[in-house]
């Protein structure tokens, strides 16, 4: 190897990005992770809402996601990190997901959870009062826009209970959790370069060559991994790997509200994670006794899809429509008029189900489509990558025979042709952040 030439070059130094640069050198791989930006995870990780959840549409999905729990659970052993190091932290404070008629009481959810042996509690809205008092259970379902005459109008009954994960929570801070992973990367020989953007990727006899960076600088590789998260489906046209997508990726403006919680309530004390789809948000706690409240999408709200180079990073009256929808549960919440919180994009696929493959260019790997809901599994999606590139380069064929990943914690395969570019849309998918 000498100064520009890898084993792999990994585009994008994100959450996922990092997980695969620090497995792909445990496995003895001379490897390069570029990012445009300055910093490890300072793109759509930084501002991703990390919440660690166990419940998704598929049984890979769910498998995939309480496997990522355990990662989280023991971060120092994931990262063979010094006792010293200072590390992000797991909020392990669970996870209460109301049953309403949209999300169905999570029937289907609960089948691929009892399959994998995943504990929940059935909450009465006796239980749920004792913890949050100061909530009204009503339905308010189907969502509504503010210019809608009957927003935050009752409209008959209440929700139905909740269920409650103990095992889940959320990682705080999520730019500071992937500066682990650089620093856990680089003790076992991989590089990061940041401030360098890719801006061609060379390709002859249908094999990946490595990549090009703005200012004219060449790096030689035999394997490239497509890890850019909103600038995905723009690095897959660089490289020519876009011919066969079944599946493909937009990048989607969400915005994200951090409000103040009311006066004599120490909210982080007693909250979980909450998911409400009767009122179309999520909630977790937030430095600073805040709580963030982010869309579960509803069909109402308009999807906008965005150049990711040149989008309104300001706040627009989608954030104080989330902040209303939770007012509607949280009837006391105040709702200051200078807005704090964030936006940034989704990476978004057609059934909302990530990408993690290869592609039609021989040695260009494919890791993106995180549609807002991969932070939690990238250790898992580092592991699972680095095995298909081995698999992959060894001459195995992934399209016809896809890789069957064994988890590290439970005990249990699960097929990557799951996420395969060459799928159908995924039907059994909830078609939002959700999965
Ligand atoms: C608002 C929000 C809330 C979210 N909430 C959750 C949640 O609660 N739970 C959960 O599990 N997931 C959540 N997610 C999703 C999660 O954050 C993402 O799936 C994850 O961070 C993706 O990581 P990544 O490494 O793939 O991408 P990114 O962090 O986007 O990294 C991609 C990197 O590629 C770089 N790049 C792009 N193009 C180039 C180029 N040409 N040259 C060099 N570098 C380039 C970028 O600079 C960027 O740093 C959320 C996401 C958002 C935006």
């Excluded at 809402?49 to 355990?70: E, K, P, Q, W």
């Excluded at 009481?105 to 089948?111: A, M, P």
């Excluded at 705080?172 to 682990?180: E, K, L, M």
């Excluded at 990476?347 to 592609?359: A, L």
């Amino acid at each position: 190897m000498n100064d520009n030439s890898y084993d792999a070059v990994i585009i994008g130094a994100g959450i996922i990005g990092a997980a695969i640069g620090y497995e792909l050198a445990k496995k003895g791989r001379s490897t390069l992770n570029v990012d445009m930006l300055p910093a490890a995870g300072y793109g759509s990780t930084s501002n991703s809402c990390a919440i660690i959840r166990l419940y998704y549409s598929t049984l890979d999905g769910c498998a995939m996601a309480y496997d990522g729990y355990h990662y989280w659970k023991d971060w120092a052993a994931y990262l063979q990190a010094p006792a010293d190091e200072p590390l992000a932290v797991f909020h392990d404070c669970g996870n209460l997901i109301m049953k309403t008629k949209l999300n169905d009481g999570l029937r289907k959810q609960l089948v691929h959870l009892d399959a994998l042996g995943i504990d929940y509690e059935h909450w009465t809205n006796e239980q749920i009062r004792e913890r949050y008092p100061f909530y009204d259970l009503s339905c308010f379902a189907p969502a509504r826009t503010l210019e809608d005459p009957q927003f935050g109008e009752p409209t008959g009954g209440e929700i139905d209970g909740a269920i409650l994960f103990r095992k889940g929570g959320y990682i705080s801070d999520p730019q500071f959790a992937t500066r682990n992973i650089q620093l856990a990367a680089e003790r076992v020989g991989a590089q990061f370069r940041f401030n360098s953007k890719i801006t061609q990727i060379p390709v002859s006899n249908g094999k990946v060559r490595g990549v090009v960076l703005e200012d004219g600088t060449r790096i030689n590789a035999p394997v490239v991994v497509n890890v850019a998260g909103p600038h995905s489906s723009r690095i897959n046209a660089l490289a020519g790997a876009d011919e066969d997508m079944n599946i493909t990726t937009r990048a989607l403006r969400q915005e994200v509200v951090h409000l103040p919680a009311p006066e004599g309530i120490d909210y982080s004390s007693f909250a979980n994670v909450t998911s409400d789809s009767d009122a179309a948000v999520y909630t977790r706690p937030e430095t600073g006794n805040n709580i963030l409240i982010g869309s579960e999408d509803p069909p109402c709200d308009p999807h906008v899809y965005v150049d990711p180079d040149d989008y309104d990073r300001g706040f627009s009256d989608q954030w104080t429509l989330q902040a209303q929808r939770l007012g509607q549960r949280f009837p006391g919440i105040g709702i200051p008029s200078k807005p704090q919180g964030c936006v940034d994009l989704y990476d978004v696929t057609e059934d909302w189900i990530p990408i993690y493959d290869r592609s039609c260019v021989d040695g260009f790997y494919l890791a993106f489509g995180t549609s807002g809901n991969q932070f939690k599994n990238a250790p898992v999606a580092g592991k699972a990558m680095a095995e298909l590139i081995d698999y992959c380069e060894a001459g195995g064929d992934h399209d016809k025979l896809p890789l069957q990943y064994q988890l590290e914690y439970v005990a249990r395969k699960i097929s990557l042709g799951t996420f395969s570019r060459l799928r159908e849309i995924n039907q059994d998918s909830t078609f939002s952040v959700l999965g």
